[in-house]
């Protein structure tokens, strides 16, 4: 009887799930048509999996679709600073992110207008859907959307000065540029009032807990990134920092980031079970974003970027039927 319930479960949270998806994929044909960035990423079902390893509970869906689209449009401003605009629209790109006004839309080369006038109509949107004791929530995403513009604006800086970081500038720049603090944030957005301001207050600090699920995100991405070889613009992974740094080989440098990214484990864990009940919203979302990484990067690949990756994956949690 338990089986049986739980399958009926599962069969009826996936029909929510399905009617999500075909919102959202509406939803970004329309935008990715509308900016016109071909050399983005095309990746919402991708996008949505990771979300649904998230959260995939029923009462979460608002938490999902917010999430899903942010996380669309900031890859689109990712891809747009790593791998096609140049130095100076890059800076134009980023002062208009921080101005955060339609009339900053002048400022930037006319292939970026409607990049940057659907990112603050849509930003309005999540603020008018927003409770009006729940408003406040807003700055915080607004703030860590606009860290996420001037931390890819310093990624690209460095890359064109030919900069080599050490380990640990690498490791504070790519904190913030892995997304998981401005994506936590934007997941809590989606939450009752159990996500209090005291659990933004918290994310927004960018404390241990924060820090070690982006270091989680950033070394799989970059592990991954080594075996299957990154893009020319691309300022040096934490693997190529630590090669330099302690000249070693590159699988001496797998090896230790491999044992550092345990570690960061150990923290998420530890700090998981220790932490104040009130912040468990946050730490629940860090951990499950960083969880979900897991799988984006098992072995190596990059299933966000190479969406063929997933495919069974995403064919067997949404297509595949669970008999009763």
């Given amino acids: 009887m338990l089986l049986e319930l739980s399958r009926l479960n599962f069969n009826l949270v996936r029909i929510l799930h399905l009617k999500e998806l075909k919102d959202l994929s509406l939803w970004w044909r329309d935008l990715y048509e509308t900016v016109k960035l071909p050399y983005a990423r095309d990746c919402m079902v991708e996008i949505y999996f990771w979300t649904c390893g998230m959260l995939h509970e029923e009462e979460y869906s608002r938490a999902r679709i917010q999430l899903a689209k942010v996380f669309g449009m900031v890859s689109l401003l990712d891809d747009t600073f790593d791998v096609h605009a140049t130095l100076e ?17 002048f400022i930037l080369p006319e292939y970026l207008h409607m990049l940057y006038i659907k990112t603050l109509a849509n930003f309005k949107e999540f603020v008018d859907a927003l409770e009006p004791n729940h408003k406040y929530r807003m700055a915080y995403i607004r703030k860590g959307y606009k860290l996420s513009s001037e931390y890819y604006l310093r990624e690209v800086v460095l ?52 820090r070690a699920g982006s270091q989680v995100t950033r070394f799989l991405n970059d592990m991954s990134s080594y075996k299957l070889g990154k893009h020319k613009k691309d300022m040096p992974s934490t693997l190529e920092c630590y090669m330099i740094e302690n000249d070693s080989t590159g699988d001496e440098a797998m090896a230790a980031v491999a044992a550092l990214l345990e570690n960061r484990w150990r923290i998420l864990n530890q700090v998981t079970m220790e932490i104040d009940h009130a912040l468990m919203p946050a730490a629940e979302v860090v951990v499950n974003m960083a969880r979900t990484n897991e799988i984006i990067y098992l072995k190596g690949r990059d299933a966000y970027t190479f969406g063929s990756d997933l495919k069974d994956l995403v064919t067997a949690l949404f297509l595949n039927p669970v008999p009763l």
């Fill in 89 to 105: 629209e890059c800076h134009k790109l980023n002062e208009a992110m921080q101005r955060w006004h339609e009339n900053e839309v």
């Fill in 159 to 210: 890359s064109s000065k030919k900069y080599r970081p050490s380990f640990k500038e690498h490791e504070e720049i790519s904190i913030m540029t892995s997304g998981l603090p401005m994506l936590t944030l934007v997941t809590l957005m989606g939450y009752g009032d159990v996500a209090t301001q005291e659990v933004f207050e918290w994310v927004d600090r960018v404390p241990g807990m924060v």
